[in-house]
């Protein structure tokens, strides 16, 4: 395998207060043009390479490879700021930490050395995963078969669709079985190589610029040391599923409370009074308070399962057990079935709050809504409350895949 990139190419390492200031930093700078991004559907490449060149997405590479190593909580604060004012840029690095994270469940030692080593070097992961002509989500036709050399590489072949990250990545890690049928692997291929076409083919009402189309593999040559399993991930207790959705909750957290504070701008500054209120500006009509008051309510209270969802799957890190790993997952469900719900409440509601003007479309306040209702369709909300369900009721833990 490759040397990993040389010590003066490295990207700052960032402490936890670090990578919060960064990441509010960089949301404040994100947000100027958010709106305009999304009219126009113009990809951040700009602002992405400035994500990569911060030290943000290599905060989870372990202290020992040097990294900072920083915990589950930590990344999801980072990514919630991000959202707060541009989800679509803060989900385009979301596979980037969770194959991060498979690297270091399953990869060699020399593979971690490698692909963390690109990840210190500023480097990107995106994904090759979902499938759009089979079963179900977890049901996948992409494989890999030998390349009948004497070096004993691999041919890698399929079709993905909802590739987030991967038309700006360095690298795409692709699901694939292991010839026909055979257990689940993950090829690393780069962007780049003979074979790989990557789509800007994604069409979404919301989410519009985080580029999730389609990857293309026609026979692109894997080698032997670019392939680590995937599906021994899920033999034992692991956080890898948690962690991943973890993510996704703090996505949503964003959106909800990036939509109040622009509602909330938008009343103290362009809305008028209703007239039964009997008030000089809206900001003071009791109705529009207290609309406010249940709307920064529910806010408050996704953010605070999100933190807990955090506190949980870091403990889970620290003590993995049967035990800790299902408290995790529920945490997690509990986190995303909440965020789900608040982003999509404040994203609708704003409107009512903020009056007739909030709906012309030139000022693109419905973006908040269309982001929050096409992220939450990632993972249905009403599962991760059926698995909450089955634990209350018969403590029954959650299932072992990457969606709980």
């Given at each position: 395998?490759?040397?990993?990139?040389?010590?003066?190419?490295?990207?700052?390492?960032?402490?936890?207060?670090?990578?919060?200031?960064?990441?509010?930093?960089?949301?404040?700078?994100?947000?100027?043009?958010?709106?305009?991004?999304?009219?126009?559907?113009?990809?951040?490449?700009?602002?992405?390479?400035?994500?990569?060149?911060s030290?943000?997405?290599?905060?989870?590479?372990?202290?020992?490879?040097?990294?900072?190593?920083?915990?589950?909580?930590?990344?999801?604060?980072?990514?919630?700021?991000?959202?707060?004012?541009?989800p679509?840029?803060?989900?385009?690095?979301?596979?980037?930490f969770?194959?991060?994270?498979?690297?270091?469940?399953?990869?060699?030692?020399?593979?971690?050395?490698?692909?963390l080593?690109?990840?210190?070097?500023?480097?990107?992961?995106?994904?090759?995963q979902?499938?759009?002509?089979?079963?179900?989500?977890?049901?996948w036709?992409?494989?890999?078969?030998?390349?009948?050399?004497?070096?004993?590489?691999?041919?890698?072949?399929?079709?993905?669709?909802y590739?987030?990250?991967?038309?700006?990545a360095?690298?795409?890690?692709?699901?694939?079985?292991?010839?026909?049928?055979?257990?689940?692997?993950?090829?690393?291929?780069?962007?780049?190589?003979?074979?790989?076409?990557?789509?800007?083919?994604?069409?979404g009402?919301?989410?519009?610029?985080?580029?999730?189309?389609?990857?293309?593999?026609e026979?692109?040559?894997?080698?032997?040391?670019?392939?680590?399993?995937f599906?021994?991930?899920?033999?034992?207790?692991?956080?890898y599923?948690?962690?991943?959705?973890?993510?996704?909750?703090?996505?949503?957290?964003g959106?909800?409370?990036?939509?109040?504070?622009?509602?909330?701008?938008?009343?103290?500054?362009?809305?008028?009074?209703?007239?039964?209120?009997?008030?000089?500006?809206?900001?003071?009509?009791?109705?529009?308070?207290?609309?406010?008051?249940?709307?920064?309510?529910?806010?408050?209270?996704?953010?605070?399962?999100?933190?807990?969802?955090?506190?949980?799957?870091?403990?889970?890190?620290?003590?993995?057990?049967?035990?800790?790993?299902?408290?995790?997952?529920?945490?997690?469900?509990?986190?995303?079935?909440?965020?789900?719900?608040?982003?999509?409440?404040?994203?609708?509601?704003?409107?009512?709050?903020?009056?007739?003007?909030?709906?012309?479309?030139?000022?693109?306040?419905?973006?908040?809504?269309?982001?929050?209702?096409?992220?939450?369709?990632?993972?249905?909300?009403?599962?991760?409350?059926?698995?909450?369900?089955?634990?209350?009721?018969?403590?029954?833990?959650?299932?072992?895949?990457?969606?709980?």
């Open positions: 395998m490759t040397a990993a990139p040389v010590a003066d190419t490295r990207v700052p390492v960032l402490d936890a207060a670090a990578a919060r200031r960064t990441a509010a930093t960089l949301a404040e700078a994100f947000g100027v043009e958010a709106a305009e991004r999304d009219s126009h559907r113009l990809l951040p490449l700009a602002e992405v390479d400035q994500l990569a060149r030290g943000l997405l290599a905060i989870t590479v372990p202290r020992a490879l040097g990294g900072p190593g920083l915990r589950a909580g930590d990344v999801a604060e980072v990514f919630r700021l991000l959202s707060t004012t541009d679509s840029i803060a989900q385009i690095p979301h596979s980037h969770v194959y991060v994270n498979a690297v270091l469940h399953q990869g060699t030692d020399d593979q971690q050395r490698f692909f080593g690109e990840v210190l070097a500023g480097r990107r992961f995106g994904n090759a979902s499938e759009l002509r089979t079963k179900d989500a977890r049901t036709g992409t494989t890999l078969t030998p390349d009948g050399q004497a070096g004993g590489g691999w041919l890698l072949n399929g079709a993905k669709a590739s987030t990250g991967a038309l700006l360095d690298w795409i890690p692709v699901l694939a079985h292991l010839e026909e049928d055979g257990p689940m692997h993950v090829a690393w291929v780069e962007r780049h190589a003979d074979g790989v076409s990557v789509v800007d083919d994604w069409d009402m919301g989410q519009r610029t985080t580029a999730s189309g389609s990857v293309r593999l026979d692109v040559a894997v080698a032997p040391d670019r392939v680590m399993p599906h021994l991930t899920f033999t034992g207790p692991q956080t599923g948690s962690f991943a959705q973890l993510l996704h909750a703090a996505i949503d957290a959106i909800a409370r990036g939509a109040l504070t622009e509602a909330a701008a938008f009343v103290r500054t362009h809305s008028r009074p209703y007239p039964d209120a009997k008030v000089e500006t809206a900001g003071e009509d009791p109705l529009t308070v207290h609309a406010f008051g249940q709307l920064e309510l529910a806010v408050r209270g996704c953010e605070a399962l999100l933190r807990e969802a955090g506190a949980a799957v870091e403990a889970a890190d620290a003590d993995l057990t049967e035990a800790t790993a299902a408290e995790a997952s529920l945490a997690v469900a509990a986190a995303r079935a909440s965020t789900t719900e608040a982003s999509l409440a404040v994203g609708s509601r704003l409107f009512e709050v903020a009056g007739t003007r909030s709906a012309l479309d030139g000022l693109n306040l419905h973006r908040h809504w269309r982001n929050a209702r096409t992220h939450t369709l990632h993972d249905p909300a009403s599962w991760k409350v059926q698995h909450l369900g089955q634990w209350a009721l018969h403590g029954t833990v959650p299932p072992r895949h990457g969606q709980i």
